[in-house]
């Protein structure tokens, strides 16, 4: 059974940092690709970040380029997101997913999703 369980979420003020990480389970996680979405309160889910199985390419939504970092680590079985210079519109439920195949910006390609963690940026 596959699992992905983030952590790290919180509150913090507008100009802070907060570093997310999704641990997974029951898979093979070198050979997924892996993704950061979020969804604020009565919005649909918006792409955020996503790496390859090897670490490079990333890829980033331009919301966020500049400010949030993805990377992984392949013998923790996690991938994490450095969030840097925090707005209050990053409000929202963070969720890490899992796809086979290459990285993608759509949700509806990931085969598998963690719960999700809430990041709250207070102005």
């Known amino acids: 059974q596959v699992q992905l369980v983030e952590s790290g979420g919180g509150l913090v003020q507008a100009g802070g940092s907060l570093r997310l990480s999704c641990t997974a389970s029951g898979l093979t996680f070198s050979n997924y690709a892996m993704g950061w979405f979020r969804q604020a309160p009565g919005k649909e889910r918006e792409f955020v970040a996503a790496?390859?199985?090897?670490?490079?390419?990333?890829y980033y939504a331009d919301s966020v380029k500049g400010r949030f970092t993805i990377s992984r680590d392949n013998a923790k079985n996690t991938v994490y997101l450095q969030m840097n210079s925090l707005k209050p519109e990053d409000t929202a439920v963070y969720y890490c997913?899992?796809?086979?195949?290459?990285?993608?910006?759509?949700?509806?390609?990931?085969?598998?999703w963690g719960q999700g963690t809430q990041v709250t940026v207070s102005s």
């Open positions: 997913a899992a796809r086979r195949q290459n990285p993608a910006n759509v949700a509806g390609l990931y085969e598998h």
């Open positions: 790496i390859s199985w090897s670490t490079r390419p990333t």
